[in-house]
């Protein structure tokens, strides 16, 4: 939760200085400033965007580092579910609720994986550009992948509601059945 609320607000602070650094150092200063001024902010300009590359490589980073413990964590889920309907499977216990759930958990797991690679893709993308010097492509390429990510966190999201919602209430109500028969 702590990585999303740090995530949020580096989107957010880029979203609200990106247009203006995308403009250039041109429009930041006056053109009577001396030529003083005008270095200093070329400076600063080039750290900000400088600061700016480095903070997208190292999103960049850490997605990719993590697709692998996205991955496990997904197979695991899966895998866990599948031994379950194993299980009951050699009991005699209809589980085709059950498999529909499963086989609808696999598509949202695939939606996820193509998200996934979507957003480093997208972000990868801002890497074409010149910070400051590509006329609001990168400021574009950026909020595209930022809505990228929006729409990953949902498809998170809806792998674990549908965990929480769907397949758990089934596999209580299965085991409610048994307990009934067996009484």
């Known amino acids: 939760m702590k990585k999303i609320s740090t995530l ?4 957010a602070l880029l979203a609200i200085a990106l247009p203006a650094l995308a403009a250039g150092p041109a429009t930041l200063g006056a053109t009577s400033a ?8 070329e400076k600063a300009w080039n750290k900000m965007c400088d600061n700016l590359e480095t903070r997208i490589d190292l999103r960049i980073t850490r997605y990719e580092n993590n697709t692998q413990r996205h991955e496990m964590m997904h197979q695991n889920l899966r895998d866990g579910v599948k031994k379950i309907i ?11 609720k059950l498999k529909a759930d499963l086989q609808e958990l696999d598509s949202k797991i695939a939606k996820f994986g193509t998200d996934y690679a979507a957003y480093i893709d997208g972000l990868k993308a801002t890497k ?16 595209d992948a930022n809505k990228m990510l929006a729409t990953l966190q949902q498809d998170s ?14 596999f209580v109500a ?10």
């Open 8 to 11: 949020i607000t580096t989107s």
């Open 34 to 41: 001396t030529p003083t001024l005008m270095q200093r902010l």
């Open 86 to 96: 194993d299980r009951l499977d050699a009991k005699n216990i209809d589980t085709t």
């Open 128 to 143: 074409s550009f010149a910070c400051g010097e590509s006329e609001g492509q990168f400021v574009k390429a950026l909020g």
């Open 157 to 170: 999201l809806d792998i674990r509601l549908y965990y929480q919602k769907t397949i758990r209430p089934d």
């Open 174 to 183: 299965i085991k409610q059945q048994l307990d009934s028969s067996n009484k």
